[in-house]
């Protein structure tokens, strides 16, 4: 790109009760910060308009959501905690994942994206934690959003364990759902003392893919690990870029 800068997609949110397409400012903020061009995507599910736009960019960031991903696309019936589900939601960030697969982008999946990459991979969701693990962590821990409020264990031989100063750390925790079973080619590197997977990345050579299930666009300013999380993908991201040049 001209700038400089490599353009990074971020999938938007839908309020159902407003017909309103919106996205928190921290998403974009980290990329920004981290060297790269947010560009917020509408959820419009036509496998037409998603490959015209995402053939554009060099990276693509899966955002959290207020929305749990419909258990019918992992085979499964709905659990009685099971939250809202947002079709436009699921069903584009589907055809966004398609399509940066086949063009090999850079892939950052944050909670709700990390979940919707795991099911797009053929694995499946714990429908509700508080529900179905025996001694969970508490894994909504509402305001102050940005504090780190429990520990994770990371395989240092991992992309992330790389992007660490230690094997362990403190992160934020915003979810209620986790994932269950591995979708196919992505491998876990972190994990909460109760045994729920933190984070999973693309075992492919030569793929920069790193889901997480916390925030790193919170208090990335104040958190090493957040920070690289995005330098690194953007870092990736400016490679494409520059390949495509």
């Known amino acids: 790109m001209s700038s400089g800068r490599p353009l990074i997609g971020i999938t938007m949110r839908h309020e159902l009760e407003t017909e309103r397409f919106y996205l928190a400012r921290f998403y974009g903020e980290a990329v920004a910060a981290a060297g790269g061009l947010p560009l917020h995507?509408?959820?419009?599910?036509?496998?037409?308009?998603?490959?015209?736009?995402?053939?554009r960019l060099d990276g693509v960031l899966l955002p959290g959501s207020a929305s749990d991903v419909d258990p019918l696309l992992y085979g499964q019936e709905p659990h009685p905690k099971?939250?809202?589900?947002?079709?436009?939601?699921?069903?584009?960030?589907?055809?966004?994942?398609?399509?940066?697969?086949?063009?090999?982008?850079?892939?950052?999946?944050?909670?709700?994206?990390?979940?919707?990459?795991?099911?797009?991979?053929g694995g499946s969701l714990i429908q509700d934690v508080g529900a179905s693990v025996p001694h969970a962590l508490k894994h909504e821990q509402g305001a102050p959003?940005?504090?780190?409020?429990?520990g994770l264990?990371?395989?240092?031989?991992?992309?992330?364990?790389?992007?660490?100063c230690e094997v362990s750390t403190v992160v934020n925790s915003h979810h209620h759902q986790a994932l269950e079973k591995i979708g196919e080619g992505l491998q876990a590197?972190?994990?909460?003392?109760?045994?729920?997977?933190?984070?999973?990345?693309?075992?492919?050579?030569?793929r920069w893919a790193l889901g997480v299930q916390w925030h790193p666009e919170l208090g990335w300013e104040n958190d090493p690990l957040s920070e690289a999380i995005f330098n690194s993908f953007i870092k990736a991201a400016s490679v494409r870029a520059s390949d495509n040049a």
Do not use: Y
């Open 41 to 55: 995507l509408p959820l419009i599910p036509d496998a037409e308009v998603v490959g015209a736009i995402v053939s």
């Open 82 to 121: 099971l939250g809202p589900v947002h079709p436009l939601k699921d069903r584009t960030d589907m055809l966004v994942l398609k399509e940066l697969e086949s063009r090999r982008l850079p892939l950052l999946a944050i909670c709700f994206g990390m979940q919707v990459w795991n099911v797009f991979r």
């Open 153 to 164: 264990s990371l395989n240092p031989e991992s992309l992330l364990g790389s992007l660490a």
């Open 145 to 150: 959003r940005e504090r780190r409020s429990h």
């Open 189 to 206: 590197s972190a994990w909460s003392s109760d045994g729920l997977v933190e984070a999973v990345e693309d075992t492919r050579e030569g």
